[in-house]
């Protein structure tokens, strides 16, 4: 609770116009209940952009689930391409891995790819791993599927020490509970 | 919010400790006197250093000695006098960029040396880079990064802000180019110390024509290091005019180049086609000569951008090239399966599933074998449906 209220607290300093919730135990519907997902319970949520879910225990920085929906024309803005719905499986990760890759991790590591159910369609599971300017390892887990001309996108991003693998089982879990509408 | 960013980049800009000196300072002259010449200058260079060590920590440099060596051994032969000096680094990154910080620090992109054909061609460019050293242009310049513009560009160089905003600015600087006139005297100085060194000086006008083709197919705008002032087309004529009359020195191993980077350069293709920039791979692999320089299979790479790119024509183009390079090299698993793959799209479910079956055959634990078993497994079903239907 304490950590909670301090995680609160500091969010009300630095966050403006931000704004927070506690998730509860119910699914949680997406833009125009595109979709539908459980939460971990008791993290906390960033209510103040409505066309994403981002939800982190201990702050964005050290662990956080998002998920996210765009239209396909609209999937990879960094490398100016749309997602194709002829596009292949592998080819939609290989288009997710260019598009890290311009939106500033050139020299990404691909520990995982490999093929996935995502709320019941198939797409991709990419693990990857980068420095950032301190030499920090963080590592991330991105799933995506295109369904009915929507990206889809269920991300999860921590720091490789400690907090990945102590994370990533919620993470699992919620995208697990991830259906697509 | 562009005015916004100006807004800040001025204040910040007047507030940097070193945006006084705008008269030409005197070169470095090399050996021990080769150091900041005022506390001021000695700021500028502390800078540098921090830029460098957060280069190093990110992990954008790359960790091969021998290759290392080599472009230091050329900035060696150039700059003799600032031996110990002058740093050379390798930037794990592709686009065609190379700059050099005021403290003698030396960056080289993956991209660049992936260009060159040959020696005369990196030391055309180390004499251009450290003459911006020698001259002490950083510093001059300081005070001219004014562009917002230049703050994208050295984004796109290194990533999110490296540092702290002063060592923004001096990488602002250094990274995007500097007045026309210290560009120009970088590319006649250069050139000069090219000749001394007995490097071929026929060679640097070749590396801007070579680099002019390239930028000119990729549709993106000119890259620092032949930044906008001069024009590369200005600077082409530069060295070409200086190169006119020059003759070629012997050189005993004229390949030795080439072989040396044969690495880099393949891993910068793959890098380039793995971050989807597919019009330089394009546009590298149509010049026959540029395409001899690679392993036989290079098609795959050039099929695999065709594939990226996705216009009208590309599949065929694609299927074309792949079949080349498995012409070329049968047992070169990463054919078949782009080939499998694009059969599966088109249609052909009996070639797709005889592509996949020979990528899981010569490949089968590579790390994509799952898409590759989904992709054969659907193949091979819509293969027999199609048959019972007949």
Request: a positive charge.
């Amino acid at each position: 609770m304490k950590r909670l209220l301090a995680l609160l607290a500091l969010a009300a300093l630095l966050g403006g116009c931000a704004t927070y919730a506690l998730t509860g135990t119910g699914p949680v519907a997406g833009p125009d209940k595109s979709y539908s997902v459980a939460l971990p319970r008791n993290w906390v949520r960033l209510t103040s952009m409505s066309d994403r879910v981002v939800v982190t225990r201990d702050g964005f920085a050290l662990q956080r689930i998002m998920i996210t929906r765009v239209a396909a024309k609209d999937a990879f803005p960094k490398l100016k391409k749309p997602a194709d719905d002829k596009l292949l499986a592998s080819e939609l990760a290989e288009l997710q891995i260019a598009e890290l890759k311009a939106a500033g991790a050139p020299n990404l590591t691909v520990l995982e790819n490999v093929p996935a159910r995502i709320g019941g369609a198939i797409g991709f599971r990419l693990r990857i791993r980068f420095l950032n300017n301190d030499g920090l390892a963080f590592e991330q887990v991105w799933c995506g599927v295109l369904d009915k001309g929507y990206y889809y996108l269920i991300s999860f991003h921590a720091p490789e020490l400690y907090y990945f693998d102590k994370y990533l089982p919620d993470f699992d879990r919620t995208l697990a509970s991830f259906r697509l509408g | 919010m562009r005015r916004l960013a100006a807004a800040l980049f001025l204040a910040a800009t007047a507030a940097w400790p070193g945006s006084a000196p705008a008269q030409a300072l005197a070169p470095l002259k090399g050996g021990a006197a080769t150091a900041p010449a005022s506390e001021e200058e000695r700021r500028v260079w502390a800078q540098a250093d921090e830029l460098a060590a957060t280069l190093a920590k990110s992990g954008r440099v790359l960790d091969d000695p021998a290759l290392t060596a080599y472009v230091q051994r050329v900035a060696d032969r150039l700059f003799p006098e600032f031996k110990g000096h002058i740093h050379v680094h390798i930037l794990k990154a592709q686009g065609l960029n190379a700059f050099a910080l005021p403290n003698g620090d030396i960056y080289l992109n993956e991209g660049i040396l992936a260009r060159f054909r040959n020696e005369s061609q990196l030391a055309a460019l180390l004499g251009h880079e450290g003459i911006h050293f020698v001259d002490r242009h950083s510093y001059q310049s300081l005070e001219n990064a004014k562009s917002t513009a230049a703050l994208g560009t050295v984004l796109a160089v290194v990533g999110t802000p490296v540092v702290g905003l002063a060592a923004n600015l001096l990488a602002m600087s250094s990274i995007t180019g500097y007045s026309r006139e210290l560009e120009s005297e970088a590319d006649n100085l250069g050139y000069k110390r090219l000749v001394a060194a007995g490097y071929d000086p026929r060679e640097a006008p070749k590396l801007f024509k070579l680099l002019m083709t390239e930028v000119a197919a990729s549709g993106e705008k000119e890259p620092f290091f032949f930044a906008t002032h001069p024009a590369l087309k200005d600077r082409y004529d530069n060295y070409l005019r200086l190169s006119k009359n020059a003759t070629a020195p012997k050189d005993p191993a004229p390949d030795r180049y080439l072989a040396t980077f044969a690495g880099l350069r393949l891993a910068s293709l793959k890098a380039e086609v793995s971050m989807a920039r597919y019009r330089q791979v394009i546009a590298l692999l149509k010049e026959p000569e540029r395409h001899g320089d690679y392993p036989p299979y290079v098609d795959y790479y050039l099929g695999e951008a065709y594939r990226q790119r996705g216009e009208k024509g590309d599949a065929e183009l694609a299927k074309a090239a792949y079949l080349e390079a498995i012409a070329a090299a049968p047992e070169f698993a990463l054919a078949h399966r782009a080939l499998g793959m694009q059969l599966l799209k088109a249609g052909d479910y009996g070639g797709a599933a005889r592509e996949l079956e020979r990528y899981l055959a010569l490949a089968g634990h590579a790390a994509d074998h799952a898409y590759a078993r989904m992709y054969l497994e659907e193949a091979r079903k819509r293969r027999d449906e199609r048959g019972k239907g007949k």
